[in-house]
Nanobody, 115 residues
Framework: QVQLVESGGGLVQPGGSLRLSCTAS????????LAWYRQAPGKQRDLVALITSSGVTNYGDAVKGRFTISRDNAKNTVFLQMNSLKPEDTAVYYC?????????WGQGTQVTVSS
């Protein structure tokens, strides 16, 4: 398994932007598929975005056109650029990594969208 550490969460006003980062330990980062999930209070954990080891991306319907996932294999880091944030984007955001499925998870970072 790989150790994952998220950063970049915080409080932002509706319409604002945040950039989340997730840095991984280990030296086979480029082989991993990576994803961001989120979980709001009382709700299930949902997929936000994923990026495969070959760079193919996919997004949840709620964030298409507003969020962008990217990766920097040289820095062992995956990013989530979040624009046009809405109050309903408020959640704990988790990054995940794996070769088959997602077996490694970060501790999560809180994102709150509120005026």
């Amino acid at each position: 398994q790989v150790q994952l550490v998220e950063s970049g969460g915080g409080l932002v006003q509706p319409g604002g932007s945040l950039r989340l980062s997730c840095t991984a330990s280990g030296n086979i980062f480029s082989r991993y598929n990576l994803a961001w999930y989120r979980q709001a209070p009382g709700k299930q954990r949902d997929l936000v975005a994923l990026i495969t080891s070959s760079g193919v991306t996919n997004y949840g319907d709620a964030v298409k056109g507003r969020f962008t996932i990217s990766r920097d294999n040289a820095k062992n880091t995956v990013f989530l650029q979040m624009n046009s944030l809405k109050p309903e984007d408020t959640a704990v955001y988790y990054c995940a990594a794996g070769v088959v499925g997602f077996g490694s998870w970060g501790q999560g970072t809180q994102v709150t969208v509120s005026s």
